[in-house]
């Protein structure tokens, strides 16, 4: 997975009045919009592949949140719709090779801000950690990447909000590690 958009129906109870066009009572003015999930093809730019997924579901979309639920190295995803259940849809499909990490700042306060940069072959990926992913949800702070065939990522920059950078080297794959900021090794998560 590598885009996920949850269309996200608009209301308000200030629009409108009785005679008011605006007056959709309990309607929603965009809601019931396919969700869309997209697969980056390089080159070949993106492709939806919701259909596949059972992700292109035309709901009044709330919020979306990405994390690794099961601990797999596959990204799930938990949606919320209007005035229905959460509804939690799991990576199941065959994957790559992964890295997922989660850091842990010296002076103990959450790393909002730090990028995480790993290197593979002569490729990059860039990930950075926020506090918050979009209305009404937060994704996981767990960095991770997708690596495909890659057997271990070459280096790994992080560039923390202290303005202090740490690099690991020859990280393994297929693991969620922990990075304490000002430590040059990383501790496998459990």
Do not use: C
């Not at 019931?32 to 919701?50: I, T």
Request: glycine content about 14%; proline content about 3%.
């Amino acid at each position: 997975m590598d885009l996920v958009i949850e269309n996200v129906g608009r209301r308000s109870e200030q629009w409108g009045g009785e005679g008011d066009p605006t007056d959709l009572g309990d309607a929603s003015l965009n809601g019931r919009e396919r969700n869309a999930l997209y697969w980056n093809r390089g080159a070949d730019g993106f492709e939806d592949v919701g259909h596949l997924t059972h992700a292109a579901r035309p709901e009044d979309g709330r919020s979306v949140a990405v994390a690794d639920f099961d601990r797999d190295g596959r990204l799930d995803l938990a949606i919320q719709n209007l005035d229905k259940p959460a509804v939690l849809l799991m990576g199941r499909g065959e994957g790559g090779n992964w890295l997922q990490v989660s850091l842990e700042a010296a002076d103990g306060r959450d790393p909002i801000g730090a990028r995480i940069t790993a290197r593979v072959g002569g490729r990059r990926q860039l990930r950075q950690v926020v506090a918050g992913s979009g209305f009404l949800s937060s994704s996981s702070r767990v960095q991770h990447f997708g690596l495909g065939e890659a057997e271990h990522v070459d280096a790994l920059e992080i560039h923390w909000p202290s303005g202090a950078r740490d690099t690991l080297t020859g990280v393994s794959v297929n693991q969620r590690i922990v990075v304490r900021e000002g430590e040059r090794h990383a501790r496998s998560a459990r």
